[in-house]
């Protein structure tokens, strides 16, 4: 048995399945980790299509996955989305529990081998090999910027309490709270990638009618450049290859100075495509950033890679989400932020306000009650029904942000190129031979770039 599962939690292959009876709590389980029922023709293990999905029967197409499948790299349904579908985003009930099998993605996460480490401390986390068949996902939402994510990692060491990417590890059937102390790395990201890459990828997008590549988007639901890829180096295998193609646009996001590691190839990828670094920065104030994400880099580590990454040519800009109400919100916290962004050379920067996932909530709660327990009815009036605070709030926050994106000239967020610089393309289902000899040269010269 993998030791990711405690032998008193479950027998191998199979989980204890919680079976609704009544009676709702406050900050439940999230029910995005309802497993599913193996269906007639399934492979082996469950696995169902050629990404690290999982089947999610009751939230089926709600993820902003391929339709039918639900994936943890895209973001949940809102509470909008989820009530059109008939479950309430937030209601839990009391169970009982009967063995099912465990199928898909969870069936690999409780097989998955332990990753040896040269880590000494005691504090580090378990890292396991998790064996997926693609490493390039689709997401389909329209709340989102990009049409594929790329996470090398799944969990991450950060640890940071208001994370909304807990949820992701139910889908693995782990707790939420599991999320920084089980940590899966992906095997084999160089070899998945070239294939994903050559054979789902298209450098005309839908979203843009055929003007523009679609975008892949680096990092959505666990750091790429946390402590594990100093050992792994799943994030620098992708950008490896990667860098070897033309006419991709791609972005990465973080909160890890360890990005500068990688310049050269970010180099490269932005001669060939379209290329935008991000680095969140909630707070510039250490001792609150150490509570809020514990084993993050520092916010002056952060801003010297921001002025690093510019000095280097490259197009970089500065997240402050989550923006923390009551804690990062006070007056000229913000400011700091975008300031400090500024002169490193920042030419994005934007904020957004936070959003509460139930298995987030289960984390978060606790520490604002423990840390900050003037806050704790303001929180539980905002929380208990939405994972969104009030809308009036929110529009004050945009505002502040939009005046200091026009005080420093920032962007609201990188802008795309209008026009491909490369010959890239899919083919055209007309019969021309002259072009069709073009557009094979031009997809021979992407596979072999």
Known sequence: MSPVLSSSARTFGFRRRRVPQSTATLFPVSPYATSPKPRAGDAPGGVHSVSDKVETATVAGLGGSTSGYTTADCPPPTSQEAALHGFDSRADHRTQEVAVPLVGIARLAARSPVAESQRKSAEKPEYFFLPVKSILNKCDSARVPFDWTINPYRGCEFGCLYCYARYTHEYMELDGGEFERKIFVKKDAGPLLAYDVAHKYSYASESSGGQKPEHIAIGTATDPYQPAEREYGVTRACLEELSKREGLSISVITKSNQIVRDIDLFKKIAERSELALNITITTLRPRLARLLEPRAPRPDLRIAAVRQLSEAGLRVGVSASPLIPG?????????????????????????????????????????????????????EEWYAKEAYAPEKYRKQIADRVARLKQKYGFDSRPQRDTHRTTPCSQMKLGWDAAAVAAELQGIRSCAAG
């Open 327 to 379: 804690i990062t919100d006070r007056e000229g916290e913000l400011e700091a932020v975008a300031e400090a962004a500024h002169n490193a050379g920042a030419q994005w920067f934007w904020s957004g306000v936070l959003f509460l996932m139930p298995s987030s909530a289960k984390q978060f709660l606790p520490f604002i009650r423990e840390k900050f327990p003037r806050l704790t009815k303001q929180y």
